[in-house]
Structure formats: structure tokens, C-alpha cells
């Protein structure tokens, strides 16, 4: 039963469509779960073993901390998105780290080594994982420019539609999204301070742009909320 799940899971991700059903059956083989819970650290990029995630389940943040140890949110994590070491090479250089932002988390991962070993045996998943990363460091990199171009508030702004755009409810105009970071956390993504932050959200819900929530944040006019972007 458990294998079978193993199988499904994988099956059902796009990165792995190519792939037969035994080959996939032979990834199975050399994957690992685990599941964590809110707050617990799952990765460490100077790891000895380095590995591959795939999240199953839940969100979690990557986060990368320079010489000073400051702490900066690199990126948010979804189901179906992978993490680790997706150069395929270990840099001991890096300092980040992986935590699980909601109660339910599980994760997949494969040796770094393993992992190359299929992708050379099957072309098309190396073609696939080439694009699935590219799309992901592209991303990244927008992110990386807003954060150099962009004031506090057009930075939250954006960070806000994102977020919508990857995880938001729509209900008409209005977008609900499951509030599952923190103030600091969202200080840390845009690159200011809590209190900067803080600050912003009390701003945006006082003109009717957001209502703000422990555990979800709405958005009653999405329409709006685009012209000020």
C-alpha cells in the first residue's frame, strides 16, 4: 500500500509524466519520506548527503543567512515544488535552511547521486527537470530585482499579489488566502523590519485594501487592489 503511494504521488507529478511505468516504479526505490511539523527544521544546504525535496504536502520557507547571521526568506516552498540542491552540486558555501510553515507537512527527497544517475538513463526527465528549475531561478530572480528597484510598500504589494496568484480563493472580486506566515516572516521576504511591516498591513487595512488575520488575509477588491501595483 505504501509503495502504491509512492507511485501515484509521483505519477501524478508533472516532472515525472514521461517516465514508464517502470522507471517510475525504480524511482520509487530510491525515494525517501518524511513528514514534519510546523516549525521544524527539514534541510540544511551544507548537509553532508546532499539531497532533492519535492513537497507532498503543506508550505514551507527557505531561509538564507549571511556572514552577520540575519536571516532573509529566500522563497516560499508549495505542493509540488522541489528544494535542496538543485544545481546538482553541493555548495558548501551556502548557508540556508528549510522549515515547515504549516501543521501538515511531508516531504520526498532523492540523493543528489541517485538523482543524476536517472536523469542521465532518461533524457526527457533531464529536459523537464531543466525547465521546471529554469521557470524556478527566473522567479527567483524577478523576486531578486524587485527587492532592488522597489520601495517597502510597492514590494509588499507585489509580494501580496503573488501570493494571490499562486494560492488565492477567488470568490468574485474578493481573494482569500490561508494566512500561515507571520508578520516577521513577511518583513523577512520583502527585506525590511517588522515594524515596517507591521506598519504597512495596519495601512492597507485601513483603506479597505486588505483585511488582515492570524489565519487569513482578504482581499475584497482584487480589481482594485491591481491598480495599485
Known amino acids: ?25 525504480q524511482l520509487c526505490i530510491i ?43 529566500k ?21 540556508e535552511y528549510a522549515k515547515a510553515l504549516t501543521d501538515e507537512v511531508s516531504i520526498c527527497s532523492f540523493l543528489l547521486s541517485d538523482f543524476e544517475d536517472l536523469m542521465m538513463r ?21 523576486n531578486y530585482a524587485n527587492l532592488v528597484s522597489k520601495d517597502a510598500k510597492s514590494r509588499l504589494l507585489t509580494f501580496l499579489n503573488d501570493w494571490m496568484e499562486r494560492e488565492g480563493k477567488k470568490e468574485g472580486e474578493k481573494v482569500v488566502l490561508e494566512n500561515y506566515l507571520t508578520q516577521n516572516d513577511i518583513a523577512q521576504i520583502i527585506c525590511t523590519s517588522r515594524q515596517t511591516a507591521t506598519s504597512l498591513l495596519n495601512e492597507f ?25
Open 1 to 25: 500500500m505504501y509503495e502504491e503511494l509512492k507511485y501515484w504521488y509521483l505519477r501524478d507529478h508533472k516532472l515525472f509524466r514521461t517516465l514508464s511505468f517502470a522507471q517510475i516504479k
Open 75 to 95: 522563497d516560499i516552498i508549495l505542493k509540488g515544488d522541489l528544494f535542496g540542491e538543485l544545481t546538482l552540486e553541493s555548495d558548501t558555501n551556502s548557508n
Open 122 to 142: 532518461n533524457p526527457s526527465l533531464a529536459l523537464g527537470y531543466t525547465k521546471f528549475v529554469g521557470l524556478k531561478m527566473k522567479r527567483i530572480k524577478n
Open 205 to 229: 487595512e485601513e483603506s479597505g485594501i486588505i483585511q488582515y488575520g492570524r489565519k487569513e488575509i482578504i482581499v475584497p477588491n482584487y480589481t482594485l487592489f491591481q491598480k495599485l501595483l
Open 31 to 73: 525515494v525517501g519520506f518524511k513528514k514534519a511539523l510546523k516549525g521544524e527544521i527539514i534541510y540544511f544546504s551544507n548537509s553532508e548527503v546532499p539531497r532533492i525535496f519535492l513537497l507532498k504536502r503543506g508550505s514551507i520557507k527557505i531561509v538564507a543567512v549571511d556572514e552577520e547571521g540575519n536571516e532573509t526568506i
